[in-house]
Structures are given as C-alpha cells and as structure tokens.
C-alpha cells in the first residue's frame, strides 16, 4: 500500500503545488510541504463520486453538514476522549483557516497572544492579520526536553488574552506530555487565557510516543480551550481544503461561527470535502493504520541518513512525519544551505527562516519525510553529495 509503486509521480508533477512536484524543475526531490506523496484512501474517492452521481450539488446548511459534525463529534469522544458536542463543531475549509478565525473571534487589536519558537508560521500569521501581537516564548528543539512552564511568566500582561498550542509541534516533532499540558492548562486558568490547540498531526505520533489532546484534562482547561484539526497530514486532504473547529463554550461557538462568515456565504465549507473527511474518519482507519506503520520506518531511514551527513545533526521526532535539521556545523545559514541544496543537490527543503518558523529555527532545515524509501533514500544521497562538495 506504501511502496514506490503506489506513488504516480506524473500525477503529482501536475497536482502538486505548495513547493512540491508541480512547482519544481524536473529532477528535484521535494521534500518541503508535509503532503503525502501517496493517494488517499480508496473509500475517500468512493464516497466522492457516490455523492456526485445523483448530480446535485446545492447549498449546505450555514454551520456544517450534520453527517460530518456528528462523525467529528464521535471521532473527539470516542479516540480523544474529549466530551465534544456536534452542535459546537464548524467545519471550515482548512485548518489554516481555523486558526484564523479563531484569532478573528477571540483577539482585538492591540491584543497579545503567546506563540511557541520555533512552530509553523501560520499563528503569528493570523495574529498579527487580526491587529494583534504575537509574543515569542522559545522552545528546546529536541523533542525529549521538558517544557519549563516559567518561560511563560515574563510573557504575560494584561493583554495577554491567548496561548497558542501545536500538538504534535510543527518542525521539531515534539508531543507534549500530559503533565506539560496540564501545566499549560493551569497556567492559562491562573492568567484568564484562551488556549488555541492545533492538533492536525494529532494522528502522526511515533511508539512510544502518544497524543493526549489538551481538552480532554478536566472541564476548566477544556471550556477555555478551541480546538482545531483537518485532514492534511494525516489523510492527504489538503486539496480539499477541509478542518473542523471544536468550542467547549457556547459564547467560544457563537463568535466563531461570526468570525467563519460562513452566515454571510462569503465563506463556507466544500460539501464535498466534508462527504470525504467523513469517509476517512469513519471508514480509513486500516488506511491510517498502515500509513503510520510506514511512516515509523522511513522516519528510522531519514533520520539515520541525516545523521551520518558531515555537519548535521537531528533528533527522532516524537510526531509529525518532520526531520528538523541542525546544520550549524555546516558553517553555513539556512538560506545558503537551502540554495546549495537546491542548486547543487537537486533536493528542494524548507529552510529554517523567521518567516516560516521563527527566530529560533535558523541554523535548521526542514525536511518532509510523507514519501518512499526509495525517494528517501536518493534525496539523503544527493544532500550528503552537495554537503560533502562544501567541505
């Protein structure tokens, strides 16, 4: 199901964009978005094109399709443990545009919202774009350290209204552990914060490792806290442009569902997408079984690789199928890395700039490893090629 066979890379070389197949020359590898190089699961299409024979396509009620609300809802309670209501679940047409509403209905300007560094760019993104400030707390970049929760002191004020929370954390794989967690939900009780949890690689965790959702602590941590998820990472959705956002409070809802404009029509979820999120949570579970169980191979192939090239260094990621690259020793920076790469190697990676992922991820690469052994395999040859040619 996982082998070079499965993946039509003349396919991708026309779909896939975002820094992929479909926007590099040919012959570079792409290891940069984190997007399966594999086709979703067969069930997913299947309940496309059953939905698309009756040949209507006509508005979806303003809040969600009820199948896929209830799906979700069931999906929270039954793998999650998160006491989730339907009634309070959106679905929007991405994660990333969840996170966006949700700083659209909780954050006014001038406002403060705390973010992790490094983590993916999109927080400080949808921050700043709602009028407000985003305040940096740094992050060891090996996933086995403990978060000491009084790096958060020093950055509360009384416009501190959110915290923002990537789970698994977007480049360096870390899951938080449950106490971590708890101390995070406690110190947003003590300082009256939202919690913002984005949980779209909650289903990429590697043994022993595994995901605990901050909303299913205790109801004080979980009535502050929205969550949001999709199906981009852990179903290869990201076309369909489908998320969900989970509130626990009532009046959390009512301003979310303000902020969607889903109301107006001016936005709205994909039905379609939302008939194929429900096939991949109700009927992709052995699809998603076997992804992981590739994955935890090629993550021991990538990060052994990465490890013997002259210069860089690399932590096992706990989750996110991500290979957060030291390359200090290299002597050079993430942008000229990143062209030496690209130009020399013929491997395109995400360079550790402050735009993607903050201050604290230059000296690093990120590296997408959601592809085969044998891509793997050929892309860690040529990076250890154009790195051995640099010294």
């Known amino acids: 199901m996982f082998s070079i066979g499965t993946i039509n890379l003349e396919i991708l070389q026309k779909n896939a964009y975002n820094l992929r197949w479909a926007t590099v020359p040919e012959g570079v590898i792409p290891l940069t978005a984190a997007d399966p190089d594999y086709p979703c699961a067969p069930e997913i299409t299947e309940s496309i094109i059953k939905y698309a024979k009756d040949r209507y396509f006509s508005y979806g009620p303003t809040e969600g399709q009820p199948f896929f609300k209830e799906a979700m809802a069931c999906y929270f309670n039954n793998k999650r443990n998160i006491p989730a209501s339907a009634a309070f679940i959106l679905p929007v047409d991405s994660a990333a545009f969840g996170i966006d509403v949700v700083c659209r209905a909780q954050l ?78 406690e110190f947003a009780i003590e300082h009256d914060l939202t919690i913002l949890s984005d949980e779209i690689w909650s289903e990429i965790t590697f043994k022993p490792f595994e995901f605990v959702s901050i909303a299913s602590l205790d109801e004080k941590i979980r009535e502050r806290t929205i969550l949001v998820t999709g199906f981009s990472k852990s179903h290869g959705l990201a076309g369909l442009r489908i998320g969900a956002i989970a509130a626990f409070d009532p009046n959390h809802y009512k301003s979310i569902v303000e902020a969607s404009f889903h109301e107006s029509t001016i936005h709205g979820s994909n039905v379609l997408s939302q008939v194929a999120a429900t096939a991949a949570l109700n009927q992709s579970e052995y699809w998603l ?45 993430s942008a000229t890395l990143y062209k030496q790469l690209y130009e020399v190697g013929k491997v395109a990676v995400v360079p550790g700039l402050v735009k993607w992922f903050g201050k604290g991820a230059e000296g690093y690469i990120r590296i997408s490893f959601a592809t085969s052994h044998e891509i793997m395999a050929e892309a860690l040859e040529r990076i250890n090629n154009s790195i051995n040619q640099i010294h």
Not at 111 to 117: K, L, P
């Open 289 to 333: 079984t076997a992804f992981k169980e590739h994955l935890h191979s090629i993550r021991d192939l990538t990060i052994n690789g990465l490890n013997a090239i002259n210069g860089f260094s690399c932590h096992f990621p706990q989750g996110c199928y991500l290979a957060f690259v030291n390359i200090k020793e290299t002597g050079l920076d």
């Open 108 to 185: 006014e300007k001038g406002d403060e919202a705390i973010v992790f560094d490094p983590v993916d760019f999109l927080f400080k993104y949808a921050i700043e774009k709602n009028g407000a400030i985003a305040k940096s707390c740094p992050i060891s970049t090996d996933p086995s350290d403990y978060f000491d929760i009084t790096k958060l002191q020093s950055l509360v004020s009384p416009r501190t209204k959110m915290i923002c929370l990537c789970n698994p954390l977007n480049p360096i794989g870390k899951v938080f552990k449950r106490s971590e967690l708890q101390a995070i939900g």
